[in-house]
Each structure stands twice: as structure tokens, then as C-alpha cells.
């Protein structure tokens, strides 16, 4: 028959049903200390860089977080002139008062870059979009109403780490609207964007707040020989 364990009354620890031990005021002390140190490096890596522009260490910008402070303080960009290509809608049909444009651009983001490319849409005017990384990437598509400045400005209508997209796109309000991609790795990665739409000018934001304005299309601006060559390689 299996003798039964025998406990040594001299070890407290070996006897059934001891109850925890109560950590030292020591050891609670060196615990709050080692938190307090973490919210404090939390702090200063990214809840300062991300929200008030703020980097004491530079860590901020290497983690990408400092982005997010430079995109909400950028200068609202203020409306193209010319023709609005604001839709009238007759039934099913919208007609605009000028004809679609088309734009292909490929961008390259360093490690912990960011970029922003955004079109001038009027209220309901379409586009249709396809872009696609070499790696995955931050990514936020929204818009930003004319003439306006700060987060409050910003509509986000898709907020995830993505790859690659397509689809199609109705302007809610009048103002720009586009795509934030960020590199969140040490290797640099590779967008490719096309779109085709009744958007006007075309913006461009880069990490170090610089800011260009690109041109854009007509179809009938392409050469027709280039035309018949893309349709017959389809």
C-alpha cells in the first residue's frame, strides 16, 4: 500500500493549504517603480509624438509615430480653381461638365516613411481606384473638406494595415481625398496607385511635411497611338 506524503512540520511552505505569502512592501515598491518607468518611456516614444508632435528622443519618428502629429498640423490645402466637376443627376445617370481623368503613380517609402496622395473631388463626384504595396503598410483613406484644418476636418472611411485595394469612390463632401500610407518596417516599400475619376487636381504630402501638387489627365490627353496599343495588349 502507497504510504501517504509526509510533511516537515519545520517547512511551512511543504504543509497542505499554507496560504500565499503576502509580497514584501519591498518588493511592491520596485513593482510601482518598474510601471512608472514604462509609462514614462510609453510616454515619451509615443503618446508625445503621436499626439502633440512632440520627440525628445527621436524614437517617435523611427516608430512612425510622429507622422501621425505632422499629417493632423498640415495647412489646409485650399480648392483648385476651374472647372468643378460637380455631378447633376438625371435619374440613374450623373453628367458632369467636364470629361474623366486618369492618373497612374508609383511611390517608394524609406523605413518608418510616410506619404499621403489625395484628389480634388467635388460633393458626389466618383472614382475608381486600385493600388497595391510590395508589403503591407498602415494605411488610412479619407478626406479632408475644403478649407478646413485640424483632426476635425478628417474623414477616415477605411482605417486598416492593408496590402492592396480596389474599388470605387463617392466624394460624402467637397474637399480632397485619398490615401496615408505608412512604411512600418526597416525595408523600404514600393506603392503602386491607378485611379480614373472625376477628380481635378491632385496633392501630394510627404514625411518631411513637404507638399506637391501633381497634374492630372484627360483620357483624350493620352496620344491615340498609345490608346490602341494598351487595348490591344488587352
Known amino acids: ?48 509624438p503621436a499626439e502633440y508632435g512632440i520627440d525628445p528622443l527621436g524614437i517617435g519618428r523611427r516608430l512612425g509615430f510622429l507622422a501621425m502629429s505632422e499629417t493632423a498640423m498640415s495647412e489646409p490645402v485650399p480648392p483648385p480653381t476651374g472647372t468643378v466637376l460637380a455631378p447633376v443627376q438625371q435619374g440613374n445617370i450623373a453628367l458632369y461638365p467636364g470629361p474623366y481623368k486618369v492618373d497612374a503613380r508609383t511611390f517608394v517609402l524609406g523605413p518608418y516613411e510616410y506619404l499621403e496622395f489625395k484628389y480634388h473631388l467635388a460633393k458626389d463626384a466618383t472614382m475608381l481606384f486600385s493600388w497595391e504595396a510590395t508589403a503591407n503598410v498602415q494605411h488610412d483613406f479619407h478626406g479632408d473638406r475644403d478649407g478646413a484644418k485640424g483632426d476635425e476636418a478628417t474623414t477616415s472611411y477605411d482605417k486598416q494595415p492593408r496590402r492592396k485595394a480596389e474599388g470605387s469612390f463617392t ?48 483620357l483624350t490627353a493620352i496620344p491615340a497611338s498609345n490608346r490602341q496599343s494598351r487595348e490591344g495588349s488587352q
Request: proline content about 5%; aromatic content about 10%.
Open 1 to 48: 500500500m502507497k504510504r501517504p506524503k509526509q510533511y516537515d512540520e519545520t517547512n511551512a511552505d511543504d504543509r497542505p493549504g499554507t496560504a500565499l505569502q503576502v509580497p514584501s512592501a519591498k518588493t511592491l515598491a520596485i513593482a510601482s517603480v518598474l510601471a512608472l518607468c514604462g509609462a514614462v518611456v510609453i510616454l515619451l516614444t509615443a503618446v508625445l
Open 171 to 218: 466624394a460624402p463632401f467637397s474637399g480632397i481625398h485619398g490615401w496615408y500610407w505608412e512604411n512600418p518596417g526597416g525595408e523600404s516599400v514600393t506603392v503602386k496607385l491607378t485611379t480614373a475619376g472625376f477628380y481635378t487636381t491632385a496633392y501630394e504630402f510627404h514625411h518631411d511635411r513637404t507638399r506637391y501638387v501633381r497634374d492630372v489627365q484627360s
